[in-house]
Each structure stands twice: as C-alpha cells, then as structure tokens.
C-alpha cells in the first residue's frame, strides 16, 4: 500500500461473517452469515458532505478526516490472498483490526481506513455481526462468540499466504475479548505456529479482568509481549461493568493500581495508561486513535526505530509524551507502522 499523503488512495481488504443488508445501500448488516471478501479503495478529504450513499461517504462524528470511496469489489478467497500478497510488497506490516460493539460495517471500514494514514501497512478488516446498536450490547457479545472460528481461519489463512514476518492484530473494546478468544483457541488447538507470527494489541479492552487472567494464562507470554491500551475514565466501559454486575473491565483499570501491576507481570503483558490524551468521542473510549495518530506522526519526524522489549504497567505523562521506551512498539501496533 502507498504511504498516504494529501489525498493519497488508501486500499482497505475488509473480511466479516455479517449476512448482506436487505437495504441500500449495498452492505452488510447485522445479521450472521458465512464469510465475505471486499476489496475497499479509499481516499481521505477535507471534507465530504455527511451521511452515507451510493458514492461512499463514511463519515465518523467527531473525526478530523472524511473518506470517499472510489472503489470497492467483491472477492472470492482466492483473489483476497492475492490481493495481500500484492498489497504486501509495498507495505511494513499487515494490520487485522478487530472494531468494537455498537459499530456497523460502514463504521468499521472508515475506522481502519482512519489509522492507515500514514502508514505503510496492509489493512485488513475482520468485522463480526455487530448490531451497530446501542442496546444490542448482549447480542453483540453472542455475535463475538459466533465469530471466534473465522477471526481463528482468517489469522491461520493469513500466516499461510505470507510465510514471513509479522502480523499485528488490533482488537478495540468488544473487539479484544474476540482475540482474546480466538488466540486462546488457537493456543488449545496446539496451533503455536500461528500465535508464534502475531504482534498483538488490545484498545480499550472491554474484557472482564478476573476472564483475561484465564485467557492470558492459557495463551502464556508472547513474543513481542501483548499489549493493552486503558483508560480510567472510559464512560463505554464503565456502563459494560454495570451492566456486568459491577464486575470490573480491563480496560478501565489504571496503570496506578497494583492489582493490574501484578496482572502485567504474571501475564507478561505491557499495559499503558493512555488516560492523558484527549479523546475522540464523549465516552472516552476511542482514545486510541489519538495515541496512534501522534505516534505515527512522531515516528515519521525522528526516524524512532523502537519496539517491544519490556513487559508492565507504564503512564503517559500530561503531554501525552512516551516516558520509557516500551510505548513504541505499543504505539506501532496501534499505529500500523512497525
């Protein structure tokens, strides 16, 4: 993929288990179904008009970009390989987001399209039936589960198609307990040789503390370690441990806290405390695209090679500057830049 400058064309690879939508515009919705392919080319403006059409208006409240779409085609698996393999030669790394609850497929493809700005990766969308739905969060939480074996086929396809190098997974809020997942079946169907190529990254994870302890233990420690993005102040978060019975989200601990110190260190997991970047929505739960954004453009400024050496539990100070050397590889997962 080319770097993105100006209104540069951004190629987004998109994978979901979503059934078609029954209504224009052409997408899917939020219904079950076998896995798709889609090809999506993007371009990033200063402004396009609000609402989504035939033309391909994504728009996302509260973001400095809009997207127009200016091609998007079927696959069959076949060309979607090939298309990775070609997307591949001009790239870094391949990225597979995972978005969030409440998020329909319109919304999912701007996000990752949104993160690829700037970075030399191979984009690749995995989006699970979602009920882009507010009060869906029950069946989104079902919609996960349903999607933990084609998150598990397409990590595995993806290891095949590229035999070398790594491939960062990025799961946001509801996201992250479905990688969380789809690793752990991975590690019990002894399949290491997957697990073994992935740089893994979790935003905002809206996972019950006490389950991440479980699934951290039967994945184990990975190489580089797994990183988790949280926020003290994540309102999304706070109303899933409500309606959880009070039973706290990972997501919403803070790096103060012993309890996640230790957590970081039985896991071997890096956990960064983003709570002092601004954020991007009123719920604070999208902060990540703050960290990803100033990232990358640092990186690109200073030539930082960084990368994943240590595990623990690590703060931003109040100007949103990394204080030790564990937040680069973090913020290039993130970023889609390592």
């Given at each position: 993929?080319?770097k993105?400058?100006?209104?540069?064309?951004?190629?987004?690879?998109?994978?979901?288990?979503?059934?078609?939508?029954?209504?224009?515009?052409?997408?899917?919705?939020?219904?079950?179904?076998?896995?798709?392919?889609?090809?999506?080319?993007?371009?990033?403006?200063?402004?396009?008009?609000?609402?989504?059409?035939?033309?391909?208006?994504?728009?996302?409240?509260?973001?400095?970009?809009?997207?127009?779409?200016?091609?998007?085609?079927?696959?069959?698996?076949?060309?979607?390989?090939?298309?990775?393999?070609?997307?591949?030669?001009?790239?870094?790394i391949?990225?597979?987001?995972?978005?969030?609850?409440?998020?329909?497929?319109?919304?999912?493809?701007?996000r990752?399209?949104?993160?690829?700005?700037?970075?030399?990766?191979?984009?690749i969308?995995?989006?699970?039936?979602?009920?882009?739905?507010?009060?869906?969060?029950?069946?989104?939480?079902?919609?996960?589960?349903?999607?933990?074996?084609?998150?598990?086929?397409?990590?595995?396809?993806?290891?095949?198609?590229?035999?070398?190098?790594?491939?960062?997974?990025?799961?946001?809020?509801?996201?992250?307990?479905?990688?969380?997942?789809?690793?752990?079946?991975?590690?019990?169907?002894?399949?290491?040789?997957?697990?073994?190529?992935?740089?893994?990254?979790?935003?905002?994870p809206?996972i019950?503390?006490?389950?991440?302890?479980?699934?951290?233990?039967?994945?184990?420690?990975?190489?580089?370690?797994?990183?988790?993005?949280?926020?003290?102040?994540?309102?999304?978060?706070?109303?899933?441990?409500?309606?959880?019975?009070?039973?706290?989200?990972?997501?919403?601990?803070?790096?103060?806290?012993?309890?996640?110190?230790?957590?970081?260190?039985?896991?071997?997991?890096?956990?960064?405390?983003?709570?002092?970047?601004?954020?991007?929505?009123?719920?604070?739960?999208?902060?990540?695209?703050?960290?990803?954004?100033?990232?990358?453009?640092?990186?690109?400024?200073?030539?930082?090679?960084?990368?994943?050496?240590?595990?623990?539990?690590?703060?931003?100070?109040?100007?949103?500057?990394?204080l030790?050397?564990?937040?680069?590889?973090?913020?290039?997962?993130?970023?889609?830049?390592?």
């Amino acid at each position: 993929m080319e770097k993105a400058r100006g209104n540069a064309e951004i190629t987004v690879l998109a994978v979901t288990d979503r059934s078609p939508a029954s209504t224009p515009p052409s997408a899917f919705g939020g219904g079950r179904g076998a896995i798709s392919y889609e090809q999506f080319t993007m371009q990033a403006v200063a402004s396009a008009p609000g609402g989504y059409s035939g033309a391909g208006v994504v728009p996302h409240n509260g973001n400095p970009k809009n997207f127009v779409t200016t091609g998007r085609r079927e696959l069959d698996r076949t060309s979607f390989e090939q298309s990775v393999i070609r997307l591949q030669k001009n790239a870094d790394i391949t990225v597979v987001f995972v978005h969030g609850y409440n998020t329909s497929y319109q919304e999912a493809v701007f996000r990752l399209a949104q993160l690829s700005v700037g970075a030399r990766t191979v984009p690749i969308l995995f989006s699970w039936p979602s009920q882009a739905d507010f009060r869906g969060y029950v069946t989104d939480r079902d919609a996960t589960t349903y999607a933990r074996d084609d998150l598990v086929q397409l990590l595995t396809l993806l290891t095949r198609t590229l035999p070398r190098g790594r491939i960062a997974v990025v799961g946001h809020s509801m996201g992250a307990w479905l990688v969380m997942e789809a690793l752990r079946q991975l590690r019990l169907e002894g399949r290491d040789n997957v697990i073994a190529r992935l740089q893994v990254g979790l935003a905002s994870p809206d996972i019950d503390i006490d389950v991440f302890r479980k699934q951290a233990a039967v994945i184990g420690r990975l190489t580089p370690p797994l990183t988790v993005l949280v926020s003290k102040d994540d309102r999304a978060l706070a109303v899933s441990s409500q309606i959880a019975g009070g039973n706290p989200r990972l997501g919403l601990a803070s790096a103060y806290d012993p309890k996640v110190q230790e957590i970081a260190r039985q896991s071997g997991t890096q956990i960064i405390d983003i709570t002092t970047l601004p954020a991007t929505d009123s719920l604070n739960h999208d902060r990540f695209v703050a960290f990803a954004a100033r990232y990358a453009s640092s990186a690109r400024d200073s030539g930082s090679a960084g990368g994943f050496r240590h595990a623990g539990a690590f703060l931003l100070d109040t100007t949103g500057r990394i204080l030790s050397a564990p937040f680069e590889g973090t913020a290039r997962i993130i970023a889609g830049s390592q």
